[in-house]
């Protein structure tokens, strides 16, 4: 990815915030990359960055084995911002002391009253007192020479140090999370005013960056994409086509677990896209092949196999390709290795591979440096229908896993129909904090009276979660009214459904989805 001149470089050194800094960073408007600590010297000043942050890690910074830097890295002449173990390692590595906290008292984890001094560069934009987020049991014992102390709280006397000369600042606290109220101005006034930003980075110049990039990688060659229907290959497709038009070929494989009109939605979009657009029908095969499987990771199994089958089949009769596209997105990236070569092609439904012996030569990944949000948003710029590129979460194995216990067509059409009703009922009442719902069609069957008969059907389940990060949630605050909506359409409209429940579990210890 060419991003032009204005790249910042993250070291990460195991931190479970790593993606937020990025996120954050590019909030500002600056392109950046999240690389593993190990990275070469010469990859470091080759990539040019901007400036640098380390990240913050798990580590004890003076531990033989914990991760380290090359110390060159200090001479580059480029601000460097240290966070939490980078903090820490910043101290260690030019002669400060870092120890373990010597006491309890001294361990900070979570919100963290700090005082700052904002006669300082790094902290000049807020106010001399707010609330960070500790997750610190080391602490720094002395700062190395040059630095002088500029934030602290109870428990740590440096919260905050910096070296005005040489561009180097540190922060014990995380200033990328929400928790840390000043810390989006932290991080802006380091990248803007310190290191001199000019936070020109647009998914406008992305899209133009990569479609250049593609266009000329691919020449005269041809590309084959499997294209699940999700927002992320769709936004793949999208971008190939307009790079290479009828050079890509799309295979869409509707396995017939995706929610209702959904496939016909997928085909409708693409036929306006001047790409080879193949659509293979194979309902009926992967309902044969689920007939009398209920236990969940056998479903996945099983969808994922013969996904590549169909898949594989399709491939050969188009023949030689040169590209296989893939809807990689940056997470993925950072979470299999931090940038690797990806030799292995992504998995596909969490359970397996494309096969490895279709006849193409290299792989191409568009969406690599994007996060979700970016992804959505790179769709619009490309002229994605909205109903497309916001569309929610939705598991590789579709309602197969959203069927609780043996699949059928009649229980699939079932939940289609259900899942449509609360989640257009939920979009009409504009529910806020609603970030993913759907329903579940459970393998509980009830007493209940419908008319003057008395029936013994299926109960549906509602699923509705608030969440930032999909890694924790809790259950969604829904209007009584429109749950009483909900449930009156469905058991009206619905057959097969006498009884319904709402979800109310957090994660943990649940998760987002039942199976």
Not at 360 to 383: A, C, H, S, Y
């Amino acid at each position: 990815m060419d991003a032009g001149t204005e790249k910042v470089l993250i070291l990460d050194f195991g931190s479970q915030y790593n993606q937020l800094i990025a996120r954050r960073v590019r909030e500002i408007g600056i392109y950046c990359e999240v690389k593993p600590f190990s990275m070469a010297f010469d990859e470091i000043t080759s990539f040019g960055p901007l400036a640098i942050i380390l990240s913050g890690g798990p580590s004890s910074v003076y531990d033989e084995k914990s991760p380290k830097i090359d110390p060159r890295l200090f001479s580059m002449g480029v601000p460097v911002l240290g966070i939490c173990y980078g903090a820490q390692l910043m101290a260690y590595t030019l002669g400060g002391k870092v120890v373990p906290a010597d006491s309890l008292a001294n361990r900070e984890y979570g919100r963290t009253e700090t005082e700052f001094d904002t006669g300082s560069a790094l902290f000049r934009n807020i106010t001399p007192r707010s609330i960070t987020w500790m997750s610190h049991g080391d602490s720094v014992e002395r700062i190395p020479d040059g630095f002088k102390a500029i934030a602290h709280s109870a428990g740590c006397p440096f919260a905050g140090f910096e070296d005005t000369k040489r561009n180097f600042y540190a922060v014990q606290f995380h200033p990328e999370v929400k928790h840390s109220e000043k810390g989006f101005e932290i991080l802006r006034t380091f990248l803007i005013d310190i290191a001199g930003a000019k936070a020109q980075w647009s998914m406008a110049n992305y899209k133009q960056t990569a479609i250049d990039s593609i266009r000329s990688k691919v020449g005269d060659g041809k590309a084959l994409l499997a294209l699940s229907g999700g927002v992320d290959s769709s936004v793949a497709a999208a971008l190939m086509s307009q790079a290479i038009g009828e050079k890509l070929t799309c295979v869409f494989v509707d396995h017939g677990l995706m929610r209702k009109d959904e496939g016909d939605q997928v085909e409708e979009i693409f036929s306006h896209y001047p790409v080879r657009f193949i659509r293979v029908n194979a309902q009926k095969l992967f309902l044969e092949k689920l007939a009398g499987v209920s236990e969940p990771e056998h479903k996945r199994k099983i969808i994922g196999e013969e996904f590549i089958r169909v898949f594989e089949k399709e491939a050969k009769k188009i023949g030689k390709v040169d590209f296989l596209v893939q809807g990689t997105i940056y997470p993925d990236v950072i979470e299999s290795g931090l940038g690797s070569n990806a030799a292995v092609i992504k998995s596909h439904h969490n359970v397996g591979g494309l096969p490895d012996y279709v006849d193409f030569k290299e792989i191409i990944e568009p969406l690599r440096f994007l996060f979700k949000d970016e992804v959505r948003q790179l769709g619009r710029e490309l002229g994605l229908p909205e109903y497309l590129v916001s569309r929610q979460p939705f598991p590789g194995p579709g309602l197969a896993i959203r069927v609780i216990g043996d699949i059928t067509e009649e229980k699939l059409a079932v939940l289609r129909e259900a899942d449509w009703i609360f989640r257009t009922e939920i979009e009409n009442a504009k529910v806020t904090d609603a970030n993913q719902y759907f329903a579940v069609l459970t393998n509980t069957r009830s007493v209940g009276v419908m008319g003057d008969g008395r029936t013994y059907e299926y109960t549906l389940a509602l699923r509705c979660v608030s969440t930032t990060d999909f890694m924790t949630a809790t259950f969604t605050r829904i209007p009584y009214e429109v749950l009483e909506k909900v449930s009156h359409r469905i058991v009206n409209e619905v057959p097969h459904i006498n009884r319904v429940v709402y979800d109310i579990t957090a994660k943990p210890p649940a998760t987002v989805e039942w199976e």
